[in-house]
T-cell receptor, first 115, second 116 residues
Framework: NAGVTQTPKFRVLKTGQSMTLLCAQD?????MYWYRQDPGMGLRLIHY???????AKGEVPDGYNVSRLKKQNFLLGLESAAPSQTSVYFC??????????????FGPGTRLTVL | AQKVTQAQTEISVVEKEDVTLDCVYE???????LFWYKQPPSGELVFLIR??????QNEISGRYSWNFQKSTSSFNFTITASQVVDSAVYFC?????????????FGQGTTLQVKP
């Protein structure tokens, strides 16, 4: 049982490049989330999904897109990376059966630098 | 608006001292959940506790204890007899049940340094 995994762990992009971050969970959780962590700002929600095939915007969605084609995977895409997207990205998942505010379990994070 | 404030940006203590991390939240809802997470230097986020708004009992888990007071909208975290391994960033977070999405609103985090 690996929990929540994220790929890649580190990435450096040039401005304008695109990339996809992959989050996978093996706990059969319905809910999945993408957050970004910036110094002094805690974690902020980018996008989230309450089930396979559904996604919704969070607090800071601009410049990002997501897809949840399979229940266990939640992809975060950057179509045209900007230096402002330099951050640490965390994926999380939680179990709907225990209510929408059940504990979220986090992946190890992806450190992204945009030059 | 929903908000979580951790006014202490950094705290430094000497090993074996007790330390309290403050968390103040704002919400208009009567049903909500509060969380604490620990982020050690390795970077992962470790779940510590989840409390719902109807349960104001204080909780103790080993050297960790939590004081939930609805009257002051606070959910403070105390580490007794701190150890070097407690050095980490600690986040308080709020989730509002009626939103049915489980979204978490995080505080800015408090960096705790425990010196030997």
């Amino acid at each position: 049982n690996a929990g929540v995994t994220q790929t890649p762990k580190f990435r450096v992009l040039k401005t304008g490049q695109s990339m996809t971050l992959l989050c996978a969970q093996d706990m059969n959780h319905e809910y999945m989330y993408w957050y970004r962590q910036d110094p002094g700002m805690g974690l902020r929600l980018i996008h989230y999904s309450v089930g396979e095939g559904t996604t919704a915007k969070g607090e800071v969605p601009d410049g990002y897109n997501v897809s949840r084609l399979k229940k266990q995977n939640f992809l975060l895409g950057l179509e045209s990376a900007a230096p402002s997207q330099t951050s640490v990205y965390f994926c999380a998942s939680s179990d709907r059966d225990r209510g929408p505010s059940d504990t979220q379990y986090f992946g190890p994070g992806t450190r992204l630098t945009v030059l | 608006a929903q908000k979580v404030t951790q006014a202490q940006t950094e705290i430094s203590v000497v090993e074996k001292e007790d330390v309290t991390l403050d968390c103040v939240y704002e919400t208009r809802d009567t049903t909500y959940y509060l969380f604490w997470y620990k982020q050690p230097p390795s970077g992962e986020l470790v779940f510590l506790i989840r409390r719902n708004s109807f349960d104001e009992q204080n909780e103790i888990s080993g050297r960790y204890s939590w004081n939930f007071q609805k009257s002051t909208s606070s959910f403070n975290f105390t580490i007794t007899a701190s150890q070097v391994v407690d050095s980490a960033v600690y986040f308080c977070a709020l989730s509002e049940a009626p939103s049915n999405t489980g979204k978490l609103i995080f505080g800015q985090g408090t960096t705790l340094q425990v010196k030997p």
